[in-house]
């Protein structure tokens, strides 16, 4: 499938190189160089995907990526990074990237990464989902539990979601981690867990915990809600 897809990247040689291959498998691309430029570009032009280098002139990467989904930019956003910038990657997932990619990279991962977050996204159900007293609203990509706004980073609202859109069933680790990080080799064993009680506590479920909104089904998973 064909995509429109925004490259913000200041090194000029890997530039060429993502465009030649973007463009040579059928893509449309929009190349620019420098991060204050590139978050105007998303914010106004409509990119079915956007891959975003991290150590860029004027707005790196980084701040680039909180700008702009701040102000409610959805398009799927693939992090291009050094080999040194893994704290800077474990920020940019909390801030909402979808994916990442470290330099020097094979173009044939690249473009599949690229598919991949781009069908992702268009999977998207936009519809509020409401169970247990929790609605969660995709489109705003806002929480409401007795009334009151729950302020969940990117990641627990996406575990969030995974775990009320199957709600009553067991929501297997492997299916939280596709759909909160999307590559099961890359995240460590006990980063579901971190993520899973701190979505705990801002839903208050540590204050009642014997009749907790995500219950462990110890070896499998999680569970929102009763069965």
Same mark, same amino acid.
């Given at each position: 499938m064909?995509?429109?897809?925004?490259?913000?990247?200041?090194?000029?040689r890997i530039a060429t190189l993502v465009e030649r291959a973007l463009c040579g498998s059928g893509h449309r691309v929009t190349m620019i160089h420098d991060g204050r430029d590139g978050a105007e570009a998303l914010l106004k032009g409509t990119f079915d995907a956007a891959l975003l280098d991290i150590y860029l002139p004027r707005m790196d990467g980084v701040e680039v990526l909180e700008y702009v989904r701040l102000r409610n930019c959805r398009v799927p956003i693939m992090?291009?990074?050094a080999v040194d910038a893994v704290p800077r990657i474990l920020k940019s997932f909390d801030l909402g990237a979808d994916d990442y990619l470290v330099k020097p990279f094979i173009i044939e991962i690249l473009l599949a990464r690229v598919a991949a977050i781009a069908r992702r996204?268009?999977?998207?159900? =936009?519809?509020?989902?409401?169970?247990?007293?929790?609605?969660?609203?995709?489109?705003? &990509? $806002?929480?409401?539990?007795?009334? *009151? %706004?729950? =302020?969940?980073?990117?990641?627990?609202f996406d575990l969030l979601?995974?775990?009320?859109? &199957? $709600?009553?069933?067991?929501?297997? *680790? %492997?299916?939280?981690?596709?759909?909160?990080?999307?590559?099961?080799?890359q995240v460590k064993?006990?980063?579901?867990?971190?993520?899973?009680?701190?979505?705990?506590?801002?839903?208050?479920?540590?204050?009642?915990?014997?009749?907790?909104?995500?219950?462990?089904?110890?070896?499998?998973?999680?569970?929102?809600?009763?069965e």
């Open positions: 064909a995509m429109k897809i925004l490259v913000i990247e200041d090194d000029k992090m291009l990074t996204a268009a999977k998207a159900d =936009p519809g509020v989902i409401a169970s247990f007293g929790v609605m969660l609203d995709p489109g705003r &990509r $806002s929480a409401i539990r007795y009334g *009151r %706004e729950i =302020p969940l980073t990117r990641k627990q979601e995974m775990l009320m859109s &199957r $709600s009553g069933q067991i929501t297997s *680790r %492997e299916q939280l981690i596709e759909a909160g990080w999307g590559h099961v080799a064993e006990n980063t579901l867990d971190v993520y899973i009680h701190g979505l705990r506590t801002k839903l208050g479920d540590l204050l009642d915990e014997r009749n907790p909104l995500i219950q462990t089904v110890h070896g499998t998973g999680y569970r929102f809600g009763a």
